[in-house]
C-alpha cells in the first residue's frame, strides 16, 4: 500500500503526466515566461468554467485579496468584517493595507462565519465582508449580499479552499463560489484544489470596472508600459503554472467527485460515533472538501494523532489558533472569550486525510484506525 498522505500530489501528477508535461513543455519551448498565450487562454477556461464574467490571474491567493482590496478603494480605518476561525491571510492583508479587521464568530456546525453575528459588527467605517468558503463549502451567500446591500458594504470572497463549489440561491439560482461577490479570489497553492507546481493565484469578477482597476494594479499600476496611474504590485501568473492549470482544470470536476467520495466514507464511518461530529453540509452548497475536518468530543486531540501517527496516518490542525488570539494582532485589542465558538473549534479539530488519489485499503485502513482508538 503506498504511504498515506494529507493530500497526494505525485500520484495525481503521475494519472495525468503526458499532457502536464507536454504542456510545460510547449512554455520552455516558446520561452514564453511571462504573460505567455497560455495565461489568458488559462483566464478563458476558468471564465467559462466559472461562468463570470472576468478572470485576473495573479501571483497566489494573498495578492489576490490585497489588489482586490486596493481595487476598492478602501482607505485606512475603513472596517472589513472578517470570520474569527480562518487561514490568516485576509486579516493580513486586511492589516497591511491599514484597514481595521472586525472578527465575527462562525458556526459551530458548518465553519462558516455565522451571518447572524454579522449585523451587529456593522459601524459606520464598515465597508466590507469577507466571506472565507472554509474547508470547501460557500459559506451563507444569500444572507451576507443581503446586508451588504443594506448596508453598502462589499463583499470579497475568499474562495481559496472552494473553488468548484456551487450554491443554491432560494430563487434557484446557481453560483460559482467566488462569483457571488463584488470580487472573488481563489489560490493555485499545490495542495489546493486547483493546484499548480508553485505558487498561483486569481481574482474574478462581473464588474469590467473593477477588473481593469484589478488588471492594472497587478502590473505595477500601469495601464500602458512604464505609464503608471496608480500604486501598485508586480503579482503574475507564472505562463507554465498556467499552461498546466489549463490541464487540471479539466480534471476539477472528477477530482471534486474523488473527494466527495473519500469524505462520503468518513461520513458513513463516524456519523454513529458519538466522539466525532462529522462535518455538516450546507444544504445551499456543495461541497468540494479542500479538508475533511471533524471535531473530537471527550478525547485528547493529540493522543489521537498519535494513535494514527502509529500507523502512518498524518493528520493535521486546521487551525491551532483563532485570528483574533495570534500574537501579529493583539493591537486590535480582542481577547480569550471574545470568540467562544472560534477558540473551541481551534481546541477541538482535526483534519483527515483527504485527496483525489485515496485507494480503498488505504481508506479502510485510515477508518480502522480511528475506530480502534474507540475500543
Ligand atoms: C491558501 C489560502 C489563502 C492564500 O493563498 P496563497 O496562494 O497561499 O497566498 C487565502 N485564504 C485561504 C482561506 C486559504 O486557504
Same mark, same amino acid.
Given at each position: ?177 467566488? $462569483?457571488?461577490?463584488?470580487?472573488? *479570489?481563489?489560490?493555485?497553492?499545490? +495542495? /489546493?484544489? @486547483?493546484?499548480? &507546481? %508553485? ?93 475533511? $475536518?471533524?471535531?473530537?468530543?471527550? *478525547?485528547?486531540?493529540?493522543?489521537? +494523532? /498519535?494513535? @494514527?501517527?502509529? &500507523? %502512518? ?63
Amino acid at each position: 500500500m503506498k504511504k498515506i498522505q494529507m493530500v497526494d500530489l505525485k500520484s495525481q501528477y503521475e494519472k495525468i503526466k503526458d499532457e502536464i508535461d507536454a504542456a510545460m513543455q510547449e512554455v520552455i519551448d516558446q520561452a514564453a515566461f511571462i504573460n505567455g498565450p497560455h495565461v489568458r487562454l488559462f483566464a478563458d477556461d476558468l471564465k467559462a468554467y466559472l461562468n463570470c464574467k472576468y478572470v485576473i490571474p495573479c501571483g497566489n491567493g494573498t495578492d489576490g485579496l490585497q489588489v482586490a482590496m486596493m481595487a476598492l478603494d478602501f482607505k485606512p480605518g475603513d472596517e472589513v468584517i472578517v470570520p474569527a476561525f480562518t487561514y490568516i491571510a485576509a486579516v493580513e492583508v486586511i492589516a497591511l493595507l491599514g484597514l481595521k479587521p472586525v472578527f465575527v464568530d462562525v458556526d459551530a456546525a458548518t465553519f462558516q462565519i455565522d451571518t447572524s453575528k454579522i449585523e451587529s459588527k456593522i459601524t459606520d467605517k464598515t465597508v466590507a465582508i469577507v466571506p472565507v468558503h472554509l474547508f470547501g463549502q460557500c459559506s451563507e451567500m444569500e444572507a451576507i449580499l443581503k446586508m451588504a446591500q443594506n448596508h453598502g458594504l462589499k463583499v470579497i470572497e475568499d474562495a481559496a479552499q472552494s473553488i468548484g463549489s456551487v450554491y443554491r440561491f432560494s430563487d434557484g439560482t446557481l453560483a460559482q463560489s467566488g $462569483t457571488m461577490g463584488d470580487i472573488g *479570489v481563489t489560490s493555485f497553492f499545490p +495542495s /489546493k484544489n @486547483l493546484g499548480c &507546481f %508553485g505558487d498561483g493565484g486569481a481574482m474574478f469578477t462581473n464588474d469590467h470596472d473593477l477588473a481593469e482597476k484589478m488588471r492594472m494594479i497587478s502590473t505595477h499600476g500601469q495601464k500602458k508600459k512604464y505609464h503608471h496611474h496608480s500604486i501598485g504590485v508586480n503579482s503574475r501568473l507564472d505562463t507554465v503554472q498556467a499552461a498546466l492549470l489549463r490541464v487540471k482544470l479539466r480534471y476539477l470536476n472528477q477530482y471534486q467527485n474523488a473527494r466527495n467520495k473519500v469524505a462520503e466514507a468518513y461520513d458513513k464511518a463516524f456519523e454513529a460515533n458519538s466522539h466525532i461530529s462529522i462535518p455538516k453540509r450546507i444544504l445551499q452548497s456543495t461541497h468540494v472538501f479542500h479538508q475533511y $475536518t471533524i471535531k473530537l468530543k471527550d *478525547v485528547n486531540r493529540e493522543e489521537f +494523532s /498519535k494513535h @494514527l501517527a502509529s &500507523f %502512518g496516518i498524518p493528520t493535521m490542525i486546521y487551525y491551532p489558533v483563532p485570528t483574533h488570539l495570534q500574537l501579529a494582532y493583539q493591537n486590535y485589542g480582542y481577547r480569550e472569550g471574545d470568540f467562544p465558538i472560534s477558540e473551541k473549534l481551534c481546541k477541538e479539530v482535526i483534519s483527515l486525510p483527504m485527496h483525489t488519489e485515496m485507494e480503498s485499503e488505504q481508506l479502510d485502513l485510515i477508518i480502522d484506525s480511528i475506530n480502534s482508538y474507540f475500543i
